[in-house]
């Protein structure tokens, strides 16, 4: 069992940056590839980043790729999403997530959920 808990969303004007983290409970969380995806208001949940367990291998939706950066600290249990030059239709809530299938792009490839935390960019 994996528990997530997401930090580190707020306000802030186009152009700007947050890192969002991602704190796993669990003596096992390095076997588990990790994702993050983002629902906006009326829209499905999209995948945005995602990855593998020992944080060799990254991949990227094509919308944020080149400005955001995720990456793990297994020592410290935690994820991190590095949101740069942000734009107001990267506005949703953040979801980080964990599964044992390897990173994917779907959420029905992960096991565990965290609560989302919500990112809102200003234009």
């Known amino acids: 069992q994996v528990q997530l808990v997401e930090s580190g969303g707020g306000l802030v004007q186009a152009g700007g940056s947050l890192r969002l983290s991602c704190a796993a409970s669990g003596r096992t969380f390095s076997s588990y590839a990790v994702g993050w995806f983002r629902q906006a208001p009326g829209k499905e949940r999209e995948f945005v980043a995602a990855i593998s367990r020992i944080g060799i291998s990254t991949f990227y939706a094509d919308s944020v790729k080149g400005r955001f950066t995720i990456s793990r600290d297994n020592a410290k249990n935690t994820v991190y999403l590095q949101m740069n030059s942000l734009k107001p239709e990267d506005t949703a809530v953040y979801y980080c997530?964990?599964?044992?299938?390897?990173?994917?792009?779907?959420?029905?490839?992960?096991?565990?959920w965290g609560q989302g935390t919500q990112v809102t960019v200003s234009s």
């Open positions: 997530a964990a599964g044992s299938r390897g990173y994917n792009t779907r959420p029905s490839d992960y096991d565990y």
